[in-house]
Nanobody, 125 residues
């Protein structure tokens, strides 16, 4: 089970930190990812990180603004979002995908095994 927290309403230019706690399995063995879906749009891969932590990927629109991280000791993943824009408004989902240690992460949603329930992020003045 994955449980997200940290969403909310923020003004343009502001920051939020999303957290996603895993239970029932160890994130050590999983590639992690963050996805988002805005009303009327397809689910979009935002960022991912491989098991080793050395492989990360970001969609172009968030590069330089968002940072993905993981704390395996706490079995938790994070998404730090800075310089938020109205177009970042969406429901954000965390996900985990069982892979080999060196496998590169991907921003496609289909291979991910576990999903959180989603947390709403609204960027508006």
């Amino acid at each position: 089970q994955l449980v997200e927290s940290g969403g909310g309403l923020v003004q343009p230019g502001g920051s939020l930190r999303l957290s996603c706690a895993a239970s029932g399995f160890s994130l050590d063995y999983y590639t992690i990812g963050w996805f988002r879906q805005a009303p009327g749009k397809e689910r979009e891969g935002v960022s991912c990180m491989g098991r080793s932590g050395g492989n990360t990927n970001y969609t172009d629109s968030v590069k330089g603004r968002f940072t993905i991280s993981r704390d395996n000791a706490k079995n938790t993943m994070y998404l730090q979002m800075n310089s938020l824009k109205p177009e970042d408004t969406a429901t954000y989902y965390c996900a985990a995908w069982g892979t080999t240690f060196q496998a590169p992460c991907v921003l496609r949603w289909r291979p991910y095994d576990y999903w959180g329930q989603g947390t709403q992020v609204t960027v508006s003045s």
